[in-house]
């Protein structure tokens, strides 16, 4: 789908004269920074064509290429002698006098726009203490490129071969899709995390955890990662899902989410060899994801309250699968469940929207990291209240819906006796472990619901 960069460009316009000016203005401070510090000048703007130079995604942009050129002076050891901003309607423009050689400072900084989707955007001049700029070619590098076709920049600018419209949807779409981009990645690292954190979190009853495998004897510690690897790239695509068809109603988007959601069962059944560590997280997963995305693509500010809402509506339809569902015809566990107590499982949790994670994991998880309790111990004791509140069909499988009732009451009651003490929660914790292995019972749906804990507070210290 092509970008209309209508849709983002809101702001003054400049006059030519407006331009000359900031030029005039620009080459002044450039002067001054030799001047003073007697070293090589890096000037900093954008490319944007036509007459708004300054609009919401265009300083976001701009924010980005400092940090990224902030990144690469500090990665190679280039001392910043003095930074200076200029925020005008002309066009922002950053500056940086540094201390080094300027032929490998103009080198650095012409890979790393090069290695950009939208580095092509970048306006960065080196310029030397004579006040001559280092350029590309000097170096070996090719010309800048047009936007729209391969020929240089400078030709297409000469001949006007494009219209300023048609130069502007290119320059707001590159710069568009690399936030998207990154906006996704950045949710697919969390959901690596949190995985990675729900298995590692010790003493898990009944869990994989760092002492033990817990009532398994298929899967260790390491199958677990295994399966996290090979699900990355699937949590990058479920936030892209939501990202890329933010436009399309709630059931289209489903039927494109459990498309890759398929894929995603596969490429961990792959990894683990046919062992199934986290189906049940790659369908919450893909959810939670997949509406953060939506929720990013439509400008929707954050709030547990507003996640559980486009969850919700995001899964309306879920419960068609258990449509007409008697105990005889049922084919899964899950099925036979839900015939015969009503139990929803997933599909339940994913129905209310992760009410459990949303609205009474996560705050007993900040809870408890506000009593300077560990990430580890914190995660343990928000288990045992995941436990003791939601209805764990991996329980009742392995026992009974009674057995279940019954490991809830014991567990709630511990929990108020002991709210203030961790090493006695963490000790019941390793003896609810060593009872729930030898019974054979694993609450693997509690665990999957840490996971998301784990995720959404994640997700919350980012922004």
Known sequence: MNTDSSQFITGREVAVLDMLNARDRRHAIQQELIRTH????????????????????GEMTFEEG???????????????????TIRDFTGN???????GDTLFIKEILCLLEDSLSFGRLFDIDVIRTDETKVSRTELGFPGRKCLLCSNDAFVCSRSRTHTVKELLDKACELMKDYFE???????SSLSMQALLYEVSATPKPGLVDRNNTGAHKDMDIFTFEASAVSLNH?????????????????SRIFARLR????????????????????????FSLAILNCSLGYMYANHIPYSPDTLLSINRKLVADVLE????????TARTNGERLYALYGMKGARGEALSGYATVLKTALPILKEELKKDRSINDAGVITLLSIIATSEDTNIVNRSSYEEMKELQARIQTVLKEKAHDTHELLTYAKELDA????????????????????FIYLYEQEL
């Not at 059944?269 to 790659?282: E, F, Q, S, W």
Request: overall charge negative; aromatic content about 10%; charged content about 25%.
């Open 93 to 99: 423009e950053q500056f940086w006098s540094v201390k």
């Open 181 to 187: 981009e990154k906006q996704a990645k950045k949710l």
């Open 435 to 454: 009872e729930m292995i030898e019974r054979n019972i694993s609450p693997g749906g509690s665990a999957d619901l840490l996971a998301l804990t784990y």
């Open 38 to 57: 007697n070293a090589t000048v890096i000037s900093f703007t954008l490319n944007i064509p036509g007459p708004i130079k300054v609009f919401p995604l």
């Open 234 to 250: 699937y949590f990058e695509e479920f936030a892209l899902c939501g990202i890329e068809n933010g436009h399309e109603p709630f």
């Open 66 to 84: 400092i940090r990224l050129i902030d990144s690469q002076l500090h990665a190679w050891k280039i001392p910043v002698l003095e930074k200076r």
């Open 259 to 282: 498309s890759l959601g398929i894929q995603a069962e596969d490429a961990m059944m792959t990894a683990t060899k046919g062992i199934n560590t986290h189906k049940g997280l790659i």
């Open 321 to 328: 699968d258990f449509k007409d569902i008697t105990a005889e």
